[in-house]
């Protein structure tokens, strides 16, 4: 997507054999690319959130054992790079998929042939991801027009979003944002509420930020208004990401997705999450087993931003002695979910559909 009206993807190969990312921890006050050259680099960027969002992560790691046989193309390092990387952040299941595909196609190798097939893959891994999330886009645009039509085309359509299932979360065009921008493409005039997303306000450093810079009308919100608004009939229909969905349609996002699903379902408003087929864990059967990412304290007692001054500096804002508590996630149970839209189509949040969808992977 654009930046200052240039063409970004999140994540890109070098000519002399590594990778590049967007520091996503410097948005949104400053563009940085940092340059990637071996595997431990690639897994702390994954453990200190310069690169986040399921899919990203996914990419990252691909990226990230292309390096490590960049190194030592060794059996031994295959192993310690794929155990490196897996332990690097817990929830988003994208991370495991990524390492085992990758494991999967380097294992039978010769060492010699492992750095080159390493680096094909990923790229393909990434250019799959695109793919994917732009046919979400493609899917979730007629959700947004019959929320047009409904409204007699008579204003924009209110989306609500939370944290950033944004481009900066994939690849490119992102999972919740690509019906977004594809409606914007369109013409179908369309208008976020963008959630704040506390502790570490992916929705307001992140997503307000590549909306801005591709020109979508949207508005940041604290994370609590957003019932409110629902109330009010100021939100036609919610678009979230997802880092990890069982095979029954449970969801599980960013911490608060849940909170924003009971409200909908009080107000009747749809609630729609947007994935690609390697953010469901076809091992799973039920949310609760998904395990949730705790993070530091210091993530809900400091916050980071902007002074008047124009320096970007942190300050605690809790009194001294008081403990805090930082589940990243939760997890949203299928029957609050509308429908989910994937890169194959639009289905119910059940094991049924879902099946249907991905015959290749199915339980049922
Ligand atoms: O902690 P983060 O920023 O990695 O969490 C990201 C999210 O929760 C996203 O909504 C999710 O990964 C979907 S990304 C398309």
Redesign the pocket.
């Known amino acids: 997507m654009l930046v200052d009206g240039q063409h970004f993807r999140t994540i890109w190969p070098t000519d002399d054999g590594v990778f590049e990312i967007i520091d996503q921890t410097k948005l949104p006050f400053s563009f940085e690319v940092v340059r990637l050259e071996t595997a431990v680099e690639a897994a702390h960027a994954i453990f200190d959130?310069l690169v986040?969002?399921?899919?990203?992560?996914g990419a990252t790691a691909a990226y990230g054992m292309a390096l490590a046989m960049r190194e030592d193309a060794s059996d031994d390092n295959l192993s310690h790079a794929y155990t490196n990387l897996l332990a690097a952040?817990p929830t988003?299941v994208n991370l495991r998929w990524a390492v085992d595909e990758m494991r999967a196609l380097l294992d039978p190798l010769d060492p010699g042939q492992r750095a080159t097939a390493a680096f094909a893959r990923a790229a393909d891994i990434c250019d799959e991801d695109a793919a994917q999330c732009s046919a979400i886009g493609d899917h979730g645009l007629e959700l947004i027009l019959g929320a047009y039509e409904k409204c007699g085309k008579s204003r924009p359509v209110n989306i609500l979003t939370?944290?950033?299932?944004?481009w900066l979360?994939?690849v490119d065009w992102?999972?919740?944002t690509a019906p977004i921008y594809k409606a914007h493409e369109k013409g179908i005039p369309v208008h976020v509420w963008v959630d704040e997303t506390r502790p570490?306000n992916?929705g307001a450093s992140l997503t307000a930020w590549e909306l801005n810079q591709h020109g979508v009308d949207h508005t940041v919100i604290v994370d609590n208004a957003g019932g409110h608004l629902m109330q009010k009939g100021q939100v036609d229909l919610c678009i979230?990401?997802?880092?990890r969905t069982t095979r029954t349609g449970d969801v599980c996002?960013?911490i608060g997705t849940y909170l924003k699903a009971l409200a909908a379902a009080d107000n009747s408003v749809p609630f729609y999450v947007?994935?690609p087929g390697t953010?469901i864990d076809w091992e799973l059967k039920h949310g609760k087993d998904i395990p949730i990412?705790e993070r530091a304290a210091e993530e809900v007692t400091e916050m980071t931003g902007r002074t008047r001054a124009g320096n970007v500096e942190t300050m605690r804002i809790v009194s001294d002695g008081s403990k805090a508590a930082n589940p990243?996630?939760d997890v949203t149970p299928a029957g609050l979910v509308s429908a989910l839209i994937t890169e194959r189509g639009i289905a119910m949040a059940n094991e049924e559909a879902l099946s249907s969808l991905y015959p290749e992977k199915a339980k049922y």
């Open positions: 959130m986040r969002g399921a899919p990203l992560i952040r988003a939370h944290c950033n299932a944004g979360a994939t992102g999972t919740a570490r992916q979230v990401g997802t880092d996002n960013k947007a994935l953010t990412e990243a996630f």
